[in-house]
């Protein structure tokens, strides 16, 4: 049997987290869930965190813990995504109250208690802002050295939440910047690639005819997501951003990439949270990430069929 992944996942759930959660703990999947900690994103973390927890029971993973962290960004204010995912975090799906709460430990401390008393080391998935990932960084340094790797949804070389940021570096841009100039190796999933997953009506229709409890959540996941996407982008179909950094790690084959070196601005009054993707080399710096540039459709999807199928076992 191959040797399982640790992976910490750190997000915002959120219809896109909530869906990259889903494949990481399917039963196609090569990852071992060490943990999920939640930060300040889509919505406030205490929705965020509540959200994670109803996601975990409707999938059956009651053994992963929770443990809720940062309730808001480094320096700045906290801001919200509420139109894109509603008062909740997580509208469109009725789910019944979790049934257990989160861990009383902060998710920075969870996150650095395992990264330092780990005997292999933990690779952290964050999908939404880095305020998390870069408290424990600070706070503990020594933890750096047992991150395998930091697998992220954010950036691109455009925005979405301005015209040159990207929603979750925008929201704590100061965090990315220590998570991006750490040394730790960054592979980054920006909207270049995750705005190529969507779930058009074809992979919705798929996803219906599988017919189990947890791929017709996904199907009411998507089809709350599609709306807001139309409705605020005027897209066709919603992009599942954060399920990139699951996929790739089950099967890195779906993606493309280009060694690149990224710095983030913090301090632009335009250009605040945007990731300065270099992708012609002109600044000559060394490459600091692996950036997702493309994708396989029919590799993506057939992922998202047999994990999806795999609920029904
Ligand atoms: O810009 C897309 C990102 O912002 C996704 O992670 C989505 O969940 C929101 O957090
Ligand atoms: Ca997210």
Same mark, same amino acid.
């Given at each position: 049997m191959e040797q399982k992944r640790k992976v910490i996942l750190d997000c915002d759930p959120g219809h896109d987290d909530a869906i990259s959660i889903i494949l990481g703990a399917s039963?196609?999947?090569?990852?071992?869930?060490?943990g999920i900690t939640t930060v300040a994103?889509?919505?406030?973390v205490e929705k965020n965190t509540l959200n994670a927890l109803k996601v975990c029971d409707m999938i059956g993973l009651h053994d992963v813990p929770v443990a809720q962290g940062a309730t808001k960004p480094l320096l700045k204010t906290r801001e919200i995504a509420g139109e894109i995912h509603g008062e909740t975090g997580l509208d469109g799906p009725e789910l019944p109250e979790p049934s257990r709460a989160a861990i009383d430990q902060h998710g920075v401390d969870f996150m650095i208690e395992k990264l330092l008393h780990t005997k292999e080391k933990i690779t952290l998935v964050p999908t939404g802002p880095l305020t998390n990932i870069a408290m424990a960084m600070i706070r503990e340094p020594g933890i750096m050295a047992n991150i395998e790797e930091i697998v992220l949804m954010g950036g691109g070389t455009f925005g979405n939440w301005t015209p040159a940021a990207e929603f979750n570096i925008w929201v704590d841009a100061e965090a990315a910047k220590v998570v991006f100039e750490s040394g730790v190796p960054v592979t980054m999933f920006g909207l270049d690639v995750t705005h190529k997953a969507l779930a058009t009506k074809e992979v919705v229709e798929r996803f219906s005819a599988i017919g189990n409890p947890v791929s017709n959540f996904v199907v009411e996941l998507l089809d709350f997501f599609s709306k807001t996407y139309k409705d605020v982008?005027?897209? $066709?179909a919603g992009p599942i951003h954060d399920a990139c950094t699951t996929a790739y790690l089950i099967d890195p084959d779906i993606f493309d990439f280009k060694q690149v070196h990224v710095d983030i601005e913090?301090?632009?009054?335009?250009?605040?949270?945007?990731?300065?993707?270099d992708l012609l080399g002109?600044?000559?710096?060394?490459?600091?990430v692996k950036f997702a540039? $493309?994708?396989?459709q029919d590799k993506l999807w057939l992922l998202f069929d047999r994990a999806l199928k795999s609920y029904s076992e």
């Amino acid at each position: 049997m191959e040797q399982k992944r640790k992976v910490i996942l750190d997000c915002d759930p959120g219809h896109d987290d909530a869906i990259s959660i889903i494949l990481g703990a399917s039963k196609v999947s090569n990852l071992d869930i060490v943990g999920i900690t939640t930060v300040a994103g889509n919505v406030e973390v205490e929705k965020n965190t509540l959200n994670a927890l109803k996601v975990c029971d409707m999938i059956g993973l009651h053994d992963v813990p929770v443990a809720q962290g940062a309730t808001k960004p480094l320096l700045k204010t906290r801001e919200i995504a509420g139109e894109i995912h509603g008062e909740t975090g997580l509208d469109g799906p009725e789910l019944p109250e979790p049934s257990r709460a989160a861990i009383d430990q902060h998710g920075v401390d969870f996150m650095i208690e395992k990264l330092l008393h780990t005997k292999e080391k933990i690779t952290l998935v964050p999908t939404g802002p880095l305020t998390n990932i870069a408290m424990a960084m600070i706070r503990e340094p020594g933890i750096m050295a047992n991150i395998e790797e930091i697998v992220l949804m954010g950036g691109g070389t455009f925005g979405n939440w301005t015209p040159a940021a990207e929603f979750n570096i925008w929201v704590d841009a100061e965090a990315a910047k220590v998570v991006f100039e750490s040394g730790v190796p960054v592979t980054m999933f920006g909207l270049d690639v995750t705005h190529k997953a969507l779930a058009t009506k074809e992979v919705v229709e798929r996803f219906s005819a599988i017919g189990n409890p947890v791929s017709n959540f996904v199907v009411e996941l998507l089809d709350f997501f599609s709306k807001t996407y139309k409705d605020v982008f005027g897209f $066709e179909a919603g992009p599942i951003h954060d399920a990139c950094t699951t996929a790739y790690l089950i099967d890195p084959d779906i993606f493309d990439f280009k060694q690149v070196h990224v710095d983030i601005e913090t301090k632009g009054e335009y250009t605040y949270g945007t990731t300065c993707v270099d992708l012609l080399g002109v600044t000559r710096k060394e490459p600091n990430v692996k950036f997702a540039s $493309e994708l396989d459709q029919d590799k993506l999807w057939l992922l998202f069929d047999r994990a999806l199928k795999s609920y029904s076992e």
